[in-house]
């Protein structure tokens, strides 16, 4: 009888275990919308909507810059919005590119029905893009990718139609981020739970872990590329981005931002992130 208790109260445990990750993965998921507002006032923006292939509207903000400079899609990070990016606006903005901002969908004023860490996110890269290259004809592109936004960003190709892109602090695998997302907040155990936390994955969104790795696709990115990496991040290690940074081929660039955990890169360093942006986007976006 006292067997049968103690098997009870475990196999308890194992569907509470359960029931919390399928919570877990639900809100990991789960739209990120909410009322952007008007631009600051300083940046002299305009809003703007345009259609995804879907036909679904994405929401954002596009700021004129000088003609013949180039323009700068800037793409958010996880449960983020337009707004994650307006400081990078700013110095773009000044150095006289044009700027777009987005939401993407499930996120900011973008309508959707869930996150998907870049997997569906990708479809607004695209849009985007487009967008761009028919109200700014003629304009080289450029593109700053945070986190999901990078990630976002790779799995759009071969469908990327842009000059210069930097990625910031990019996954490799889904797998990978979860299990270090997982070590972070769970100690060693955590990455053992990862299995069943992606197969929440699958059952929420129709999207196997497969289909979630960036690492596969930077490669087919021909045009220049510069990653953003931080040596202390934990949600995506440095091995990981040194592995990222490997397997990227043509014109590239690594800069590690020493100190740098997963954070906003450019509150973290400031002068310096514009100074090696600009210059990366001066190479390859201005007309000579």
């Keep these: 009888m006292r067997f049968l208790k103690v ?14 990750l399928w919570f877990a993965g639900s809100l990991l998921i789960a739209p990120a919308q909410t009322i952007v507002g008007t631009p600051p006032s300083d940046l002299s923006a305009q809003a703007v909507v345009f259609s995804d292939a879907a036909g679904e ?34 110095f773009l903005h000044a150095a006289g590119y044009a700027v777009l901002l987005i939401d993407f969908q499930g996120s900011g004023e973008s309508p959707g029905n869930a996150i998907t860490f870049g997997y569906r996110e990708a479809a607004d890269v695209k849009a985007s893009l487009q967008y761009l290259h028919q109200r700014l004809p003629g304009e080289r592109v450029g593109i700053i990718g945070t986190s999901m936004g990078g990630a976002a960003t790779i799995l759009a190709e071969p469908e990327v139609d842009a000059d210069a892109v930097v990625l910031e602090q990019v996954y490799p695998t889904i797998r990978q981020a979860t299990e270090d997302r997982l070590a972070i907040h769970l100690g060693p155990m955590g990455p053992w739970l990862a299995p069943i936390l992606l197969a929440t ?16 696709h930077i490669a087919h990115l021909t045009m220049s590329k510069l990653l953003i ?38 509150g973290y360093v400031g002068a310096d992130y514009q100074v090696r942006v600009l210059d990366f986007f001066d190479t390859w976006l201005r007309r000579k």
């Design 7 to 20: 098997l009870l109260s475990l196999a308890s445990i194992a569907i509470l275990g359960l029931v919390g």
């Design 57 to 90: 509207p994405i929401h954002g903000w596009l700021i004129d810059g000088a003609k013949g400079q180039g323009v700068v899609l800037l793409l958010h990070g996880v449960r983020a919005d337009r707004r994650a990016m307006i400081n990078r606006a700013r």
């Design 201 to 216: 994955l699958h059952a929420h969104l129709d999207i196997y872990p497969d289909q979630l790795r960036p690492i596969d």
């Design 229 to 266: 990496v931080g040596d202390r991040d934990r949600d995506t290690t440095i091995a990981e981005s040194y592995a990222m940074f490997h397997a990227a081929t043509g014109p590239k660039e690594l800069w590690v931002v020493h100190g740098a955990r997963h954070v906003d890169l450019y």
